[in-house]
């Protein structure tokens, strides 16, 4: 079994887990301690049995409770040297022990699970999607994400699951009450991927024979997830290839925890 479950993604806190029968992995810690390990419970995961978390990068809706879990439950961080740098000053002290660190685009392993970072373009230190490897499978995680570019391709395809960032609506986002610097930030290169890249990208991947995909980190403000789904299912349509046959597209809840997919 090769397990995975979103429990929170979206602006406002992100935090989802891996596992298999020997190995659970954290990734990101978004939100209150308290409701990760409410959401780990929904989910029949005992958060004492966590082995590792690993962060995407040192914005506070992936990291504010890093250090909080670390201390609760005694656990290694592993982040790159960029991302500690920018996240180390304000989530409080981290048991020099569970410092760990990774090179972008460089694997490594936590017990039975191999893992692939790879960086991603976002404003940022040094921020990383990651694979997770297992067994033969691979699951994919993909968010915060500027823009795609071939490098970005190249490390998601393949996937037997992929969750892809659907950020945000263009039309909502630029008719939308944000300022313009921060609406300029969203759409920047370093920015946020929109629901129509990330449709075409998974009709892309589909057309190369993927088959499931997990859509979040949506905007509260900029996004809902009926229109982030309809998206991406036309440009799957668009491609010949159609939702519900063949084709799984499930989007993640920003509240709540995903289904658990058993890979
Ligand atoms: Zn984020
Ligand atoms: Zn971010």
């Known amino acids: 079994m090769f397990k995975f479950c979103s429990l929170f993604s979206g602006s406002s806190g992100n935090a989802l887990i891996i596992w298999n029968d020997q190995t659970k992995i954290l990734i990101d810690a978004g939100v209150s301690g308290k409701r990760i390990q409410a959401a780990l419970r929904s989910i029949?995961?005992?958060?004492?049995?966590?082995d590792a978390i690993v962060v995407t990068h040192?914005?506070?809706d992936h990291a504010s409770c890093v250090?909080?879990?670390s201390r609760r439950f005694n656990l290694p961080v592993f982040a790159t040297r960029g991302t500690w740098r920018g996240m180390a000053?304000?989530?409080?002290?981290?048991?020099?022990?569970?410092?760990?660190?990774?090179?972008?685009?460089?694997?490594?392993m936590i017990k039975n699970i191999e893992i692939r970072p790879f960086s991603i373009p976002h404003?940022?230190?040094d921020p990383v999607g990651f694979s997770f490897l297992y067994d033969g499978r691979k699951i994919t995680v993909a968010t915060d994400i500027g823009h795609m570019n071939d490098r970005l391709i190249e490390n998601?395809?393949?996937?037997?699951?992929?969750?892809?960032?659907?950020?945000h609506d263009m039309v909502m986002l630029e008719e939308g009450r944000y300022p313009l610097v921060l609406k300029k930030r969203i759409k920047s290169d370093y920015g946020h991927l929109c629901n129509d890249i990330a449709g075409q990208t998974i009709?892309?991947?589909a057309a190369r024979g993927a088959r499931r995909f997990l859509i979040g980190h949506l905007s509260a403000e900029n996004n809902y997830p009926e229109l982030a789904y309809e998206t991406?299912?036309?440009?799957?349509?668009?491609?010949?290839?159609?939702?519900?046959?063949?084709?799984?597209l499930y989007v993640a809840g920003r509240n709540e925890a995903s289904m658990v997919f058993d890979i």
Request: proline share 1%.
């Open 156 to 167: 998601i395809t393949g996937s037997d699951l992929l969750m892809l960032e659907s950020n």
């Open 44 to 50: 029949n995961i005992d958060p004492h049995t966590l």
């Open 58 to 60: 040192e914005h506070s």
């Open 123 to 125: 404003d940022a230190a």
């Open 67 to 69: 250090g909080v879990m």
């Open 89 to 108: 000053g304000w989530i409080g002290g981290v048991n020099e022990a569970n410092i760990r660190h990774f090179n972008s685009n460089e694997a490594f």
């Open 203 to 205: 009709a892309g991947l």
């Open 232 to 248: 991406v299912s036309r440009c799957i349509a668009g491609s010949g290839l159609c939702v519900g046959n063949g084709i799984e």
